[in-house]
Nanobody, 124 residues
Framework: QVQLVESGGGLVQAGGSLRLSCAAS????????MGWFRQAPGKEREFVAA????????YQPDSVKGRFTIARDNAKNTVYLQMNSLKPEDTGVYYC?????????????????WGQGTQVTVSS
């Protein structure tokens, strides 16, 4: 069982930055690939970034590539999402998710555990 708690969301102007954190409980955090997803009102939950359980591979869609960076600290049981050059279309609830022994994937149904989410609002 893994419990995930996101933090770091908030209101920021376009062009600004935020750093999200996701703290995981449990002693097997390093065995999980971690992902970040977001969901805007009335839209499907979409993939934002993923990192393999070893941390050697990361993945982002073109919509955030070059602006968002995912990283993990297995000693702290935490995964981060650094978001730069934010745009109004980045607004949404951001969720972290854990995929046991995963390599990191955009496919949300692969993930076993989800956090409650943190709101990110980017004003124009």
């Amino acid at each position: 069982q893994v419990q995930l708690v996101e933090s770091g969301g908030g209101l920021v102007q376009a062009g600004g930055s935020l750093r999200l954190s996701c703290a995981a409980s449990g002693r097997t955090f390093s065995s999980y690939a971690m992902g970040w997803f977001r969901q805007a009102p009335g839209k499907e939950r979409e993939f934002v970034a993923a990192i393999s359980w070893k941390g050697g591979s990361t993945y982002q869609p073109d919509s955030v590539k070059g602006r968002f960076t995912i990283a993990r600290d297995n000693a702290k049981n935490t995964v981060y999402l650094q978001m730069n050059s934010l745009k109004p279309e980045d607004t949404g609830v951001y969720y972290c998710a854990a995929d046991y022994m995963g390599s990191g994937t955009y496919y949300k149904y692969n993930y076993d555990y989800w956090g409650q989410g943190t709101q990110v609002t980017v004003s124009s």
